[in-house]
């Protein structure tokens, strides 16, 4: 069976500092990954997607990147963090494009 | 930019009442899903229902859908303190993203 990780669970950093979040998937190949962040009693707005190695498309401009080194791996980063990337974070995978997605626990990052 | 958005933004009902959620979106889709959120949760996909689709079932989940109305609903039969989470629907368009709307709270009173 499939299952997603995500690292940390939590995280406090101060401003300007740089983030790193990974994500990685068991149990499948060429998965369709995906980043979320989730404000405070809100839905999910899409950050990231990708449909293959090194295929990354960004869906909103802002302070993160993601890159995909391996086939089931994706990480989010920021070189400088501001306050308002604090959030839940969410990474999901699905077999297709047009399929289930399936999310990982979440990351909470404050940024103080 | 938000595509569905549920309504109500929050429903308090007692354990074994039925719950009912909306969800209105703007543009044609391929389908419509709905997900589950324990506080502090990732999401759990609950039912994808497709554009052909009318209505799907699963277990005490029923889902319709209304293409010319461009909205759906979530039925919970027979509520449990457990099904206490927040739902949200997702649209998936042509460009096969999904795109979130904001949720409904619910809280099943035991």
């Known amino acids: 069976s499939q299952t997603i990780h995500q690292w940390p669970a939590t995280l406090v950093q101060p401003v300007g500092s740089p983030l790193s979040l990974e994500c990685t998937v068991e149990?499948?190949?060429?998965?369709?990954l995906y980043w979320y962040r989730q404000a405070a009693g809100r839905g999910l707005q899409l950050l990231f997607y990708s449909v293959g190695i090194g295929q990354i498309s960004s869906e909103v401009p802002q302070n993160l990147s993601a890159s995909r080194p391996q086939d089931r791996q994706f990480i989010l980063s920021s070189k400088k963090l501001l306050l308002s990337d604090s959030g839940f974070y969410l990474c999901?995978?699905?077999?297709?494009?047009?399929?289930?997605?399936?999310f990982g626990p979440g990351t909470r990052l404050t940024v103080l | 930019s938000q595509q569905g958005e549920e309504d109500p933004q929050a429903l308090s009902i007692q354990e074994g009442e039925n719950a009912t959620m909306n969800c209105s979106y703007k543009t044609s889709i391929n389908n419509l899903q709905w997900y589950r959120q324990n506080s502090g949760r990732g999401l759990v996909h609950l039912i994808l229902?497709?554009?052909?689709?009318r209505e799907k079932h699963s277990g005490r989940l029923r889902v319709t859908l209304d293409t010319s109305k461009k909205s759906s609903s979530l039925l919970i039969t027979a509520s449990r303190a457990a099904d206490t989470a927040s739902y949200f629907c997702a649209t998936e368009d042509s460009s096969y993203k999904l795109i979130f709307g904001s949720g409904t709270r619910l809280l099943v009173r035991p």
């Open positions: 229902i497709r554009s052909n689709e």
């Open positions: 999901a995978w699905s077999p297709r494009l047009t399929d289930t997605q399936y």
């Open positions: 149990g499948t190949s060429n998965p369709n």
